[in-house]
Structure formats: C-alpha cells, structure tokens
C-alpha cells in the first residue's frame, strides 16, 4: 500500500537506520489485523449470544448499555481483573504457551487473506497451502492443553477433539483443492479475480461449500460437533484448568477461528471483496458476516453429534463426497 | 452408492428443516418481559397480599369479628379490637399480618362476612429489614385504597364496588 512506502522512505529520511525502517510497516499492518481480530471478537461474542437468545424467543443481553452492546467489553475488565491461577501439578512452561499457539496461527492466517483489491498483508501465491497448514495448529495447542493440564479428564477431551480435528481436516483441504483447480491458482487474491470474471464458486461447487462448511464446523469445535466443549462442560475438558485471561485467549482463539474460516469461505465461494456498488471492504464484511450467521444458525438449530457418529461422518461421509467433488471438477477443468 | 446418496439427502432436509424453525423463532418476538421495566398483566383473581377495603367514606368496613383469623391456616393474622359506649360495631385496633407467614390462600377473603378483606395485587414485598414484612392495620388499609388492577376474589372487586 501507498501509506507504507510513504511510512518507510519518511522513517529513512528521518535517519533511522534501515533495518528498523524496514520492520516498521510489517509491524503497523499486524497491529492493524491483531486490532481487527479483537474488535470483531467482542462484536461477535455479543452478536453469538443475541443471535442465540434470539433464536429461542427470547432477548439476549439488554441491559449493559443500549441492547447490551458493551457486555462484551464488561466480560473483558472482569477476565482482566480475575486471579491467574496455575495449577500446582501442570507442566508449567506449557500450560501457558498453549493459548499463545492455538492464538497466534489463528492470526497469521490473515495475513494472505483479501479484504479488498489491494488490502492484503502479503499475497502469497501458495496461500491455500500455507492457510491449510496454519489451521492444523490448533491441534498442536488442544494437545498441549490437554496434556499440561494434569487432570484425566482433560486429557480425554483434548484426544477426543484432536481425533476430530485430524478427521475433518482432509475433507477440508481437498474441497478447498478443488477450487483451487477452478481458479487455477493457489494465491487467494487470484481466486477472487477469477470470481470476478466467472461467477462466484459456489454456484459451481455446491457440494464443495456444504463439505466446507460441515468440516469448518468440525475444525472450529462447534456445534453440533463441540464434543470437547460440552459433554465434558460438566466433569472437564481441554480449557478446565485455565482461568481468567488465559482462558479469555482460548475463548477469544475461538471466534478469531470463526472469523478465519469465514474469511476463507467468503473468498473461495462467494467472491471475497467483489460486488457492484459497495466499496470492496464492506462486500468482504457482508459476506464474512453471513458465513458467520450461518454457522450460528446451525449451532442453536442442530443437536450434538456422538464422538464415533462424527469419526463416521468424516471419513465415511464427507472424505468420499469431497473426492468426489474434485473429480468432478478435474474432469470439468479438463474439458474446459 | 444409492444409500450413501439417500443419506445424504434426508441428512440435509432435515438439518434445513431444523434450520426453518430456529430462523421462524428468531423472526417472532420474543416473550421475554423485561422486569424492572416492564410486568406482567395480572390475571384477574390473582391473590397477592391480602388487604383491608373501606367503604365511600374511608372508613374500614371491618367488624373486628376475627373469623379471617380462625379461618388462617397459619394463624398469621393477630387482631385487637374494643368496644366503645354506645357504638354496636367494635373499634379495630391492631390488624397485624405476617407477609412472612401468609401463604396467599386466600381463606381469610372467603370467611369475611363484611366484604372488608381483599388479595390485591401487591407481589413485591421484598424487604431488607424483617419488621417490615409485619404488615399492620394502617398499612393494609392504604393498599386497599390504592389498588388499582382489578382483581376479583370470590366475588369481591378491589378498587370499586363489592359485587356481593
């Protein structure tokens, strides 16, 4: 972008040395996505608990401030204020970097993704696969919870919901594969071109974006597949032994995931920033916000699925569907 | 291959199907009363803290025949009364009853002979000081000439007219 050249050649003009003047744009564009994240986090923990007290005719909250907007924000001073408390058994050094590495991936990822023609961090033109690789880090961090936590329960939670996540990750990337044939290109920016000159993806990969969509759900741990969340809500699971803001940064990694996946998803099905009379930037956010509406939709609407329902559902039903797919796609690329 | 297909399809018409309700709910207002704001319609007959009535000139229409206080269930009404020279209807004095006690029957309205006792409408009686929830004469009586929902308790209209 045009600021940050401006940002960089004003730094050296000014007499600091380059290689300061060279991180310096880096750093605003992360300070600028990490600002992103966080207030559409908070914007979106009030939109889920709305949406859900709306879906069963009732309100939500309404008293924090006008419609209950700033409950988020009351959430957030109470996690601060609350007491740090590490468990005398864990296995200290992990138990507090696990938050950091199921966060920290959840915010690289927007660093290829497109919010318009040229606001993106870094057009990477093997996007796809680097996306693919960083959504499978959350595994490493459920593990890493679960295990450091020192407490039976946990443990069980955290294998049951790394078996999920290790399903569900091949229907996904093999659905994502397929619309990457389509576009002929891996670099999510391209994707989006080649949208702009067709037609938006999913009215060719139907049964792409539902697998897409099933998987995400899978990979986002939430309902009707949020086994490691609820069932063991009672005895324990993988977040138990975190309280206060650790536990904030593991809730928080949550809905920044949701977001990701909703990034991804409006990219590669919808048509990422394009449409004909907004500015890029909103269409992105409209878009975004639907794929995110949705998927609230299904978690108040569906029941939770048994852990060996879901490994069936993944491997016999969603890997052969999505296989599928792609031949399909290969087959119509091919005569294209 | 067929099965799988089948599955597939009755998967996502009842996944939709579900989804048609919730998003039906979500478009219906919701049911919620907002309570320090807002409250519910009393019902009529609705029984809250029974009350004593007085007639067009303000005074107490009770005798001081203590059948309200045979008829309590959990003795929570403590009644003192005296005669005055040359008056056939006895004076009331103390009308004390326990909020703590009461348990909204309703039993005391049925055996009053006078029409004098009423249950209003009055539910919020909470309290920080237990003294208060002592509810005497004087104090019943102001409800009694405050109440303006209509209830009506076995006949008897709070807030106008006794129909019997």
Same mark, same amino acid.
């Given at each position: ?161 790394? +078996? /999920?996540?290790? $399903?569900?990750?091949?229907? #996904? *990337?093999?659905? @994502?594969?397929?619309?990457?044939? %389509?576009?002929? =290109? &891996? ?6 071109? +080649? /949208?702009?000159? $067709?037609?938006?993806?999913? #009215? *060719?990969?139907? @049964?792409?974006?539902?697998?897409? %969509?099933?998987? =995400? &759900? ?15 809500? #009672? *005895? ?101 | ?164």
């Amino acid at each position: 972008m045009d600021m940050f050249t401006a940002m960089h050649s004003g730094l050296v003009q000014m007499g600091v040395p380059l290689w300061l003047a060279n991180l310096v744009p880096p750093l605003v564009k992360a300070l600028i996505l990490l600002l992103f994240i966080l207030l559409n986090c908070m914007f979106l923990i009030w939109m889920e608990r709305k949406v859900a007290g709306h879906m069963q005719r009732r309100m939500g909250p309404m008293r924090t401030g006008p419609h209950g907007i700033i409950q988020s924000l009351a959430d957030v001073i109470k996690l601060i204020s609350k007491e740090d408390i590490i468990p005398n058994g864990v296995d200290r050094w992990v138990f507090v970097l696990a938050p950091i590495v199921a966060f920290a991936p959840a915010f690289a990822v927007f660093m290829v993704i497109p919010f318009g023609p040229t606001l993106i961090a870094q057009d990477l033109n093997i996007a796809l696969i680097f996306i693919a690789a960083l959504t499978s880090f959350v595994v490493i961090s459920f593990l890493m919870a679960g295990w450091s936590s020192n407490n039976k329960w946990s443990l069980l939670g955290a294998m049951r919901s790394t +078996a /999920q996540l290790i $399903s569900y990750e091949v229907p #996904l *990337v093999i659905s @994502v594969v397929a619309v990457a044939l %389509l576009a002929g =290109s &891996l670099s999510l920016q391209e994707i989006v071109e +080649a /949208q702009r000159e $067709s037609f938006w993806y999913i #009215l *060719v990969q139907p @049964v792409g974006f539902l697998v897409f %969509l099933t998987a =995400s &759900l899978a990979e986002l741990n939430r309902s009707p597949f949020d086994l490691s969340e609820a069932e063991q809500e #009672l *005895v324990a699971g993988y977040n138990t032994e975190y309280s206060g803001m650790r536990w904030a940064l593991l809730y928080l990694t949550e809905y920044a995931n949701l977001i990701t996946f909703a990034a991804i998803a409006s990219t590669l099905f919808f048509g990422g920033w394009s449409g004909p009379v907004l500015p890029p930037f909103v269409w992105f956010m409209i878009k975004v916000y639907f794929f995110i509406f949705l998927v609230m939709w299904i978690r108040w609407t569906l029941p939770r699925v048994r852990v060996d329902q879901l490994m069936e559902l993944g491997w016999k039903g969603l890997l052969p569907l999505s296989l599928v797919n792609l031949a399909f796609t290969g087959v119509y690329v091919l005569i294209r | 291959m067929r099965t799988f297909l089948a599955e597939v399809y009755k998967a996502l018409k009842s996944a939709i199907l579900g989804l048609k309700v919730t998003g039906k709910n979500m478009v219906t207002p919701a049911i919620t009363v907002q309570y320090p704001d807002e409250r519910l319609d009393l019902p009529v007959g609705y029984r809250g803290i029974p009350v004593l009535l007085s007639d067009a000139e303000g005074n107490l229409k009770c005798v001081s025949c203590e059948l309200c206080a045979r008829a309590c269930p959990v003795e929570c009404i403590e009644i003192q009364s005296h005669r005055e020279e040359g008056k056939k209807i006895k004076v009331l004095d103390v009308y004390n009853l326990d909020a703590t006690w009461c348990m909204y029957c309703g039993l005391c309205v049925e055996a009053c002979p006078f029409d004098a006792l009423a249950m209003s409408d009055q539910y919020e009686l909470a309290d920080y000081d237990l003294k208060n929830l002592v509810f005497d004469r004087d104090r019943l009586a102001e409800i009694g000439r405050r109440q303006v929902t209509e209830t009506i308790n076995f006949g008897i209209k709070t807030g106008g007219e006794p129909t019997r």
